[in-house]
């Protein structure tokens, strides 16, 4: 077998040089469009490869110079994976810009424009909405919610992004193998569903209430936070903040420094300094050992430095400026 050069290259659908044969061969796989040269049309050189499955399939696109597509509506989910050049979307009112880096999904019914740079190949992958909103109802009910928009980014360069990329290419690769696994009309199936719900797990945001091992989501980091900044005066430990807040010990250390670059009795250190320096400056504490007192400050030593460290004089310095 002739190794294809191309992506589903085997599957050739279209080779050619003018702008009116790209238009209506491409419109007839995917949606009517409008295809103008920007720059250079003497490199248009439109390359189109196509391999249909039930209710998805997958194309190779490249143009060679440098166009733009313009699409009144889709009625269909395109996902586009650049492999080199930028591409610049319009869908709807939100705009975006992607590389090699970011797929875009584009969901039917706005219009779309699309700027394509030269030397932009690209991998498409179109899903039949009612394929995909099958799909989605089942991952809700796992839990995998999907923060959805009309040019919604993927990262592919992501742990999830890339895993989701390798699964678009293992299907790709197979198709260009008349004995390969997608030969297996059961099988072609299965992976059809293997990519939508890849792509779904791939753009889904993590539960709320089920944060990665180790850390906390930033909510609950927030809400410790404010915890400490009301009852910083009170005696607190990392123990009663995380109790406080519902989470091990271990995730609320991990949470804060994932989120605020701290621990959580460093953060309660800080909130006490502020508290004596503003009790000092407004004049509602007549000494540092009566400020420190009250806001649950037992070690005057370590005060002096740890004050000095943040605001660049000792706590009795700031006393004597404002008296």
């Keep these: 077998m002739v190794r294809a050069t191309t992506p589903l290259g085997c599957h050739g659908v279209l080779r050619t040089t003018d702008v009116h044969d790209a238009r209506e061969s491409i419109a007839a796989s995917l949606a009517p469009h409008g295809l103008d040269v920007l720059d250079q049309p003497q490199k248009f050189r439109a390359l189109h490869n196509a391999a249909t499955l039930d209710r998805l399939s997958l194309h190779y696109i490249d143009y060679g110079a440098e166009v733009e597509v313009t699409a009144d509506r889709m009625d269909f989910h395109l996902i586009q994976i650049p492999l080199a050049g930028v591409t610049a979307i319009q869908a709807g009112e939100h705009a975006t810009t992607v590389t090699a880096r970011r797929a875009v999904v584009i969901a039917p019914g706005a219009p779309v424009r699309m700027r394509y740079s030269a030397g932009n190949p690209r991998l498409l992958v179109r899903i039949d909405p009612e394929l995909l909103q099958d799909r989605l109802v089942l991952a809700a009910a796992g839990g995998l919610v999907v923060p959805w928009g009309p040019g919604s980014l993927l990262d592919v360069s992501g742990e999830a992004g890339q895993s989701w990329r390798r699964l678009v290419e293992i299907v790709v690769t197979d198709l260009g193998n008349d ?98 320096r503003e009790s000092l400056t407004d004049g509602t504490a007549r000494s540092v050992t009566e400020a420190a007192h009250r806001w649950g400050v037992t070690h005057l030593g370590r005060l002096s430095g740890d004050y000095r460290a943040a605001f660049g004089e000792a706590p009795i310095d700031t006393l004597r400026r404002v008296q």
């Design 179 to 276: 004995r390969g696994l997608m030969s297996s009309p059961r099988v072609a199936k299965s992976l059809e569903i293997a990519v939508v719900d890849g792509l779904i797990a791939s753009l889904a945001a993590p539960p709320e209430d089920s944060p990665p091992p180790g850390a906390v989501h930033e909510r609950v980091v927030r809400r410790a936070a404010r915890l400490i900044d009301e009852h910083c005066a009170e005696p607190l430990g990392t123990a009663d903040i995380a109790e406080a807040v519902g989470v091990s010990i271990r995730a609320l250390q991990a949470g804060f420094q994932a989120h605020l670059g701290t621990t959580p009795m460093a953060y309660v250190r800080r909130a006490r300094l502020v508290r004596v």
